[in-house]
T-cell receptor, first 110, second 114 residues
């Protein structure tokens, strides 16, 4: 079983639409959770941390369900600049390493 | 905003040669990491380094790999005898704490082994 699993994508979405990403993780001992975005051939950049209470940053909302080991990201009013690969990331038992999903590619079309 | 600097941005090397990838982490960060990403695949953890020693390493980080913090600023990854399958993007990162928060990644070194 993959440690962090994401929708394979790509998602082709019209500008202005709402798009949702889902992620499941296998290690119940993971303590920290994140969404990163990665542009083609660039380094990953932190989009937001994810907390059990849920958190929102502008058009982006992240949710964590520890019981189901499920993480989600919602992007509202999508922009062309949101086109990227979205990576679901969790920490290992030791907290020394980040464990990455394979990512979901998002393409926003005008 | 403080940055993690990696050099070179691209390195081409012949199979069997040694390469050293260099990183300058953010100055007040205490934890240092190397990750790699083979083209089209997911990011993979290689090694973490804290208090001048390796704190954790993955199965990928075998005897061909080593890390060093030779002075107060640089953090290097050495691959002793490169293989074709070592071709990947190598990202250095640093953080103030564990638990994944406050990571800053460098822009990466693209290593091509021919």
């Amino acid at each position: 079983r993959k440690e962090v699993e994401q929708d394979p994508g790509p998602f082709n979405v019209p500008e202005g639409a709402t798009v949702a990403f889902n992620c499941t993780y296998s290690n119940s001992a993971s303590q920290s959770f994140f969404w990163y975005r990665q542009d083609c051939r660039k380094e990953p950049k932190l989009l937001m941390s994810v907390y059990s209470s849920g958190n929102e940053d502008g058009r982006f909302t992240a949710q964590l369900n520890r019981a189901s080991q499920y993480i989600s990201l919602l992007i509202r009013d999508s922009k062309l600049s949101d086109s990227a690969t979205y990576l679901c990331v969790v920490t290992s038992d030791s907290n020394y390493q980040l464990i990455w999903g394979a990512g979901t590619k998002l393409i926003i079309k005008p | 905003e403080p940055e993690v600097t990696q050099t070179p941005s691209h390195q081409v090397t012949q199979m069997g040669q040694e390469v050293i990838l260099r990183c300058v982490p953010i100055s007040n960060h205490l934890y240092f990491y190397w990750y790699r990403q083979i083209l089209g695949q997911k990011v993979e953890f290689l090694v973490s380094f804290y208090n001048n020693e390796i704190s954790e390493k993955s199965e990928i980080f075998d005897d061909q790999f080593s890390v060093e913090r030779p002075d107060g600023s640089n953090f290097t990854l050495k691959i002793r005898s490169t293989k074709l399958e070592d071709s990947a993007m190598y990202f250095c990162a640093s953080s103030e704490t564990r638990a994944g928060y406050g990571y800053t990644f460098g822009s990466g070194t693209r290593l091509t082994v021919v």
